[in-house]
Every structure is written in C-alpha cells, then in structure tokens.
C-alpha cells in the first residue's frame, strides 16, 4: 500500500502528492541545507558588532604593548642616569685629589634629581685607591618593579666609572717597574 504524502498551505486544506514519504524528506533535507548555507553566509557579510570585537581584541594587545614600552623607556632612563651620576661623581672625586665624599654627594645628587624618591633603592660606591693614583665609583640597583598582570619585573641598573687622578706626577706608580 502507497501513503500519499500531503501539506497543508493556504490555497487549500490539504495538498497530496504521488511522491512517497522518504523522498519528500530528503527533498526538504535539501532545502534545510541551503537555508542553514545561506543563513552562514549572511552572517559571514553581516559586520554589526565587529568593531566591539576589534577593540575587545586590540585594545589588551595595545595597552600590553604601551606598558612594555614605558618599563624598557623607565630602564634605559634609570641606566643612562646611573651612568652619568657616576661617572661625574667620580670625576668629581679625581679632581679633588681623591674626595670621595664630594663624588659621592654628587651622585646621589644627581641621581635623586634624575629619578626622584627611588634614588634611595640605589647603593653608591666610591673608593679612592693611592696606589693606583685613582678613583673607581659604582651605582648598582637590584630591586623589583611590579607591574599589573604581569607581576614583579626585575630592574638590574649597574653602571662602574674609573678615573685617574688629576695631577701631574713625574713617572709610574711606586712598584710598577
């Protein structure tokens, strides 16, 4: 026995066909198919709400990349400090005929005026050493800078100055020759 396959529409109550049940399913199959394509393309070429996924993306990755740029510029600004304040503190120091006190006030000095309050997390050193008719100073800062998200970021600043003494002296060092 053959079951007709009906529909319903507006037209009329019921509409029948010859076609058996299966091939009519698979023929609606087919149509659910190209509705569910087709509804994936209009979402594909619909753009509503793509800039708030953009700025949802991008803006995290932007603010990540900004803050690296200040912690590397905040290094190197802390280095090239460390560096001159030594470096002048120890001249300072050779020029005075070894004052190491007047080398080392000239390098906190210069150093507090450069980076403020975190001068203090920094350790000076300045030796005088007569044998060698000479002045070395050293500047080195091993603390930690807490960033958000990322967490405590070593900041290692080291910066070592040499100088000679200046004055005249008629020959090398005692023991030299």
């Known amino acids: 026995m053959r079951i007709l396959n009906c529909k319903a529409s ?20 087919k149509g659910l198919a190209h509705w569910l394509i087709g509804k994936l393309v209009h979402c594909h070429s619909d753009e509503r709400g793509q800039d708030l996924v953009e700025w949802t993306v991008g803006l995290p990755v932007f603010m990540i990349l900004c803050a690296g740029i200040v912690f590397y510029a905040w290094m190197w600004w802390n280095q090239v400090v460390a560096a001159a304040a030594v470096h002048d503190g120890t001249y300072l120091a050779a020029m005075r005929g070894g004052d190491t006190g007047a080398g080392y006030a000239r390098t906190q000095r210069m150093l507090r005026s450069a980076v403020g309050g975190f001068a203090s997390s920094y350790s000076i050193t300045i030796g005088s050493d007569t044998a060698r008719r000479s002045v070395s100073g050293s500047v080195r800062n091993s ?15 080291q910066a070592q100055s040499f100088q000679r003494l200046e004055q005249f002296y008629g020959g090398p060092p005692q023991g030299w020759w």
């Open 10 to 29: 507006a037209n009329s109550m019921s509409q029948c066909t010859n076609e058996p049940i299966n091939q009519s399913i698979t023929k609606r199959g």
């Open 143 to 157: 603390s930690m800078f807490s960033l958000p998200y990322l967490g405590a970021l070593p900041l290692n600043i």
